[in-house]
């Protein structure tokens, strides 16, 4: 019997993938030039699945890089020359405020409490700053940043530039990508699909930024610079030698997700995570580690285990139930639960049935 993963990364693959995999092989995708027809037209449609898929708006970009932690790097270089303000709310947007110092940019940083997120003051953002990092999902801790915050600091501060990590729960928001300027998350969490693919949402004021930096002499990076990748994807191809299995296979599963609709995997996102939240508020071993509603993640939910987190994670891999561990300090203190679009409903309610059975 097969394990099923409601880890948060890499997770369980989206149920179609295995089909399209052995297609893939069948017509030789991995072995394809990505300087062909074909492999522009793998594009094209990858590209045009996700902007029908999360409703991006013409003029925005997509895209592809190595890995969402890539995309760090490459926000911080191509738009900012000087100065960053981060919203840190658990290990992963630390990093990302992390990865500004290590290349040398001046930071404000607006850190919350373990299990929750930022209550965001415009009044607090300094005028030189340049870009607004958000995380929307926090993976490490499994709290959500509401989307109306992120909104108000963009009414309020509408000349900055709001980047937005949205790994661990994309494609569930519904964002408004007008009130935002780049929004990144890789395809290993959410969507399904082997590591090693990440996915980068560009506004036309971003690509502005990067290139005033370029002409003013500032290095911006090379072949994953803003103006290399928007020189390449405006013929459908990449700088490098892409994950062009990974690029296809995005392809196909977003055409899955449309076909299935994606008012329907949101509805089941929140009655998977409404069953999940209620089984852990219940058990006498687990309790929410957010605590607030407004803040906790739909997509990832982090429960305080009472007793060691491996004897529970062990318990239910005798059910073939694959469930994460804590992150960092609380490895052993905590269990993680991923609430993918993969996951059906039966799978999730087979889960909380083996949850209530633990004794």
Known sequence: MKNIYFTPGPAELYFTVEGHIKNALKEQIPSISHRSKTFQGIYHEATSNLKQLLNVPDGYHI???GSATEIWERILENCVEHKSHHYVNGAFSERFQGTAEELTKKTDTET???GSCVNPNPDLIAPDTELI???LN???????????????IHQAHPDKLIAVDAVSILPHPDIDYTQVDTVFFSVQKAFGLPAGLGVWIVSPRCVEKAQNLQKKGINIGSYHSLPSLLSKGMKDQTPETPNVLNIYLLS????DMLSKGISKIRQETEYKAALLYHAVEVHPHLNAFVKDDAYRSKTVIVADTQIPSSEIIEKLKKDNLV?????????SKQIRIANFPTHSKEQFELLVDKINALK
């Open 133 to 135: 990092a958000f995380t």
């Open 112 to 114: 919350a409490e373990a």
């Open 138 to 152: 926090e993976t490490s801790t499994g709290a959500s940043q509401p989307l109306e915050d992120i909104y108000a």
């Open 63 to 65: 895209f592809f890089t």
């Open 252 to 255: 196909k599963v977003c055409a």
């Open 323 to 331: 469930v994460g561990s804590g992150y960092g300090d609380y490895k």
